[in-house]
């Protein structure tokens, strides 16, 4: 089965660079998640959009921007990068109405150097 | 301020033996749990889930129990496999999800 797409797979960045990362989501799945882990710590929620539309947002620094596209596949946008902003970002997807399961990609590993 | 929290960081059992993974939450509105596996350099893969309206789900290897005066959870893996070494999430869904602190679960041969 399809799974959650997200790219790249590893980055590296220098301070004040900027960053894109994107995810596809399962098909027919219509809401999209970003998650932030940084070392030793559990996933923290940044935002998710349903619809092309910002559903909900969490701990996400004002630097950081997000949007869904019609094909429903997502990007973050990260700029002004910091030294904390090095983590494992993540992106899950599920279909509203459905199950309540959110279903992983296999991140992406921001450095920022 | 932990909402949902895994007190335990490691677990070690041996093969063929039951394994128990625990979790508890404070908020008592919190009515959708789920147990998610990570392998390092990877994403969370849902395993199992539970609705507050139950208190036992079962899938395969994998039951979760949920204690709703207690506010807690566990995850019950019969028998354990070597494959079964990772780290284990619970977490709430209350549209996003507010996940534990995760515990390593090692499966010894």
């Known amino acids: 089965a399809a799974g959650v797409i997200q790219s790249p797979r590893h980055l590296i960045k220098e301070k004040r660079e900027t960053a894109t990362l994107k995810c596809y989501p399962i098909p027919r799945h219509d809401t999209v998640y970003w998650y932030q882990q940084g070392p030793g710590q559990d996933p923290q929620f940044l935002i998710s959009?349903?619809?092309?539309?910002?559903?909900d947002k969490g701990s996400i620094p004002d630097r950081f921007s997000a949007q869904q596209f019609s094909d429903y596949h997502s990007e973050l946008n990260m700029s002004s990068l910091e030294l904390g902003d090095s983590a494992l970002y993540f992106c899950a997807s599920s279909h509203k109405g459905g199950a309540r399961e959110q279903y992983f990609g296999p991140g992406t590993r921001l450095t920022v150097t | 301020d932990q909402q949902v929290k895994q007190n335990s960081p490691s677990l070690s059992v041996q093969e063929g033996r039951i394994s128990i993974l625990n979790c508890d939450y404070t908020n008592s509105m919190f009515d959708y749990f789920l147990w998610y596996k990570k392998y390092p350099a990877e994403g969370p893969t849902f395993l199992i889930s539970?609705?507050?309206?139950?208190d036992k789900n079962e899938d395969g290897r994998f039951t979760v129990f949920l204690n709703k005066s207690a506010k807690h959870l566990s995850l019950h893996i019969v028998p354990s496999q070597p494959g079964d070494s990772a780290v284990y999430f619970c977490a709430s869904n209350t549209g996003k999800l507010i996940f534990g602190q995760g515990t390593t679960l090692q499966v010894k041969p």
């Open positions: 959009f349903y619809e092309k539309m910002q559903s």
């Open positions: 539970i609705s507050s309206i139950k």
